[in-house]
T-cell receptor
Framework: EAGVAQSPRYKIIEKRQSVAFWCNPI?????LYWYQQILGQGPKLLIQ????????DSQLPKDRFSAERLKGVDSTLKIQPAKLEDSAVYLC??????????????FGPGTRLTVT | QKEVEQDPGPLSVPEGAIVSLNCTYS??????FMWYRQYSRKGPELLMY????GNKEDGRFTAQVDKSSKYISLFIRDSQPSDSATYLC??????????????FGKGTKLSVIP
């Protein structure tokens, strides 16, 4: 079974530029998550999708971050404009369902963003 | 006070040692307790999970949950150099209508020296 795919793996941009990350979840997984992992910290949930609807985006900085999941499969996360503090690894995870089995989230390799 | 506290280490042990990793938490609503392993430049992968209190063993790994103390542990026996990674504890409770989300600790970086 193929895992969660993410691209690009690395990205370096200057502050105030924009950037987009892409995620392809495991086939058949209805729930998709985007996490931000700052160096030395655990992952922090940014947004959770159930199919193509948003379940929770309470920790997404909506003035600069946006995310979409068209057709309930692939997802993109965008930052515009980027700030220095956005430097982090952005992890995508997916699960068959978000109900009853929270341990069944599968993570992609992440996109490492450096903002200079 | 953060919901989940985890000593970031780093922790360095000789090969064959018993490793003890711990987390404390403040949210008594947490029901599921997970341990993830994260190798450098990789995403986290689930090692073990426990529901509510008790112990769970899987090979060289043992997870313990003490809900009365709000304290969880992961023990690694006969540690191997391949166990060198960052270990993240994560916890979960029902965020509404049966949907669960994960709250992670900072992670403990473990090095097993041959």
């Amino acid at each position: 079974e193929a895992g969660v795919a993410q691209s690009p793996r690395y990205k370096i941009i200057e502050k105030r530029q924009s950037v987009a990350f892409w995620c392809n979840p495991i086939s058949g997984h209805a729930t998709l998550y985007w996490y931000q992992q700052i160096l030395g910290q655990g992952p922090k949930l940014l947004i959770q999708f159930q199919n193509n609807g948003v379940v929770d985006d309470s920790q997404l900085p909506k003035d600069r971050f946006s995310a979409e999941r068209l057709k309930g499969v692939d997802s993109t996360l965008k930052i515009q404009p980027a700030k220095l503090e956005d430097s982090a690894v952005y992890l995508c995870a997916s699960s068959f369902t978000s109900f009853l089995r929270p341990y069944e989230q599968y993570f992609g390799p992440g996109t490492r963003l450096t903002v200079t | 006070q953060k919901e989940v506290e985890q000593d970031p280490g780093p922790l360095s042990v000789p090969e064959g040692a018993i490793v003890s990793l711990n987390c404390t938490y403040s949210n008594s609503a947490f029901q599921y307790f997970m341990w993830y392993r994260q190798y450098s430049r990789k995403g986290p992968e689930l090692l073990m999970y426990t529901y509510s209190s008790g112990n769970k063993e899987d090979g060289r790994f043992t997870a313990q949950v003490d809900k009365s103390s709000k304290y969880i542990s992961l023990f690694i026996r006969d540690s191997q150099p391949s166990d060198s990674a960052t270990y993240l504890c994560a916890m979960s409770s029902d965020s509404g209508a049966g949907s669960y989300q994960l709250t992670f600790g900072k992670g403990t970086k473990l090095s097993v020296i041959p």
